[in-house]
């Protein structure tokens, strides 16, 4: 079985500060990971993706990423937020298993106060 | 411009009666998808359509049933709708199947009274 786990539901902070989420997965294979960001009243939009290679991957918006295999692990970390940051942002992971489609974590909701 | 789209973006029913969500894409996908989103459930797979009339059941498939007659349109359906399935559903569609990206829609809220 596949899961992710994303240990904070909810994170505040002040814009022009770092952020960075967390992001566990579990998994026997080799993952497909996604970040994927959802702003109120809409749909999911894709921030970056990691297949292979380069462990550190750059997203839209100044977003990037980092894959460890060692830590089971997928942190999305940006450098200065905006105020327009704030969202729910999801992990996401996809097997070899095409069938079971994405898995999903439960999301963090970022807040940035000015 | 890439894009999925559903309607009705906001609907409201009455247990019993029958629903029907659609989903429609531009892109030529291959694969589509509906999930529903639950607080504290995250978005959970209800349906996959790999193709027109090429369908099968993702993790809580009971209670919907879906229908791909051609690639660019896919239907959720649900007979006789239950208080427990109001929810937020979403669509998606990717190229092909496991890792290529998924494009979602906007979401239909619906809620069953």
């Known amino acids: 079985a596949q899961s992710v786990t994303q240990p904070d539901a909810r994170v505040t902070v002040s814009e022009g500060a770092s952020l960075q989420l967390r992001c566990k997965y579990s998994?026997?294979?080799?993952?497909?990971l996604f970040w994927y960001v959802q702003y109120p009243r809409q749909g999911l939009q894709l921030l970056l993706k990691?297949?292979?290679?380069?462990?550190v991957v750059q997203g839209v918006n100044g977003f990037e990423a980092e894959f460890s295999k060692s830590n089971s692990s997928f942190h999305l970390r940006k450098a200065s937020v905006h105020w327009s940051d704030s969202a729910v942002y999801f992990c996401?992971?996809?097997?070899?298993?095409?069938?079971?489609?994405?898995?999903f974590g439960l999301g963090t909701r970022v807040s940035v106060f000015p | 411009d890439m894009k999925v789209t559903q309607m009705p973006r906001y609907l409201i029913k009455r247990m019993g009666e029958n629903v029907l969500l659609e989903c429609g894409q531009d892109?030529?996908?291959?694969?589509m998808y509906w999930y529903r989103q639950d607080p504290g459930l995250g978005l959970q797979l209800i349906y996959i359509?790999?193709?027109?009339?090429?369908?099968s059941e993702g993790d809580i498939p009971k209670g919907y049933r879906v229908s791909r007659k051609k690639r660019e349109h896919f239907s959720l359906i649900l007979d006789s709708a239950k208080t427990n399935q109001t929810s937020v559903y979403f669509c998606?569609?990717?190229?092909?199947?496991?890792?290529?990206?998924?494009?979602f829609g906007p979401g239909t809220r619906l809620l069953v009274l």
């Open positions: 998994y026997s294979g080799t993952p497909y």
């Open positions: 359509s790999y193709d027109v009339d090429s369908n």
């Open positions: 990691y297949y292979s290679g380069d462990p």
């Open positions: 892109m030529s996908h291959e694969t």
């Open positions: 998606a569609s990717s190229l092909s199947r496991g890792k290529d990206t998924q494009y």
């Open positions: 996401v992971l996809s097997g070899n298993n095409y069938a079971q489609g994405l898995t």
